[in-house]
């Protein structure tokens, strides 16, 4: 669960929280921290060094859905991640697809990731990353992303952006 269950999606909301996320502070150096909310534990926020991730949108409980109801709900979060990713072309140029198969097997055998990944991964992010970057004055690296940990759990959209290298440099493990 994240601090956005029950939250409806909104586009112009999420592309308000994505111009602010790419303006915000990130740290530079430290361990990676996932936050959560206080007094329920609802992830909020992963901050490492170069990156954050944040929820934008979390989707209902999938517990008991199959079939159709199931098709529904994994293409209403992918029509959310489409709306937000055509409003960010508009914005910011075109994005790029980073597919993250090959750092999951990288995991998934015994490998090692680079600590965004890593970050993604503990959230249940597995989706790929639609990518713009360099954005900005800062010339940072923005990406959304979809995934959710199991059968049951919801759909999260989640927000990422980072400072430094590019994603898709170096078996995906500079960023």
């Known amino acids: 669960m994240t601090s956005r269950a029950g939250e409806p999606f909104q586009r112009a909301r999420a592309v308000a929280e994505a111009e602010e996320l790419l303006a915000a502070p990130v740290r530079s150096t430290g361990p990676t921290v996932a936050r959560g909310v206080p007094l329920t534990g609802e992830w909020s926020a992963t901050d490492g060094a170069g990156f954050r991730i944040v929820p934008l949108w979390e989707g209902p409980s999938l ?20 709306a937000l990713a055509d409003e960010l072309d508009r914005r910011w140029g075109p994005h790029r697809t980073i ?77």
């Not at 517990?63 to 959310?80: F, K, L, P, S």
């Not at 010339?139 to 898709?168: C, I, K, N, Q």
Request: glycine share 18%; net charge negative.
């Open 63 to 82: 517990t008991g859905v199959y079939g159709r109801e199931w098709n529904d709900a994994e293409d209403a979060a992918e029509g959310h991640l489409v």
């Open 99 to 175: 597919q993250v198969h090959t750092a999951v097997h990288e995991r998934q055998t015994g490998g090692t990731v680079g600590p965004l990944f890593e970050a993604l991964f503990s959230q249940d992010l597995y989706g790929d990353l639609t990518v713009w970057g360099p954005v900005g004055p800062a010339g940072r690296w923005f990406a959304v992303t979809v995934g959710h940990s199991d059968g049951d759990a919801p759909l999260v959209l989640a927000a990422l952006v980072g400072e430094g290298g590019d994603p898709g440099v170096g078996g995906m493990a500079a960023w």
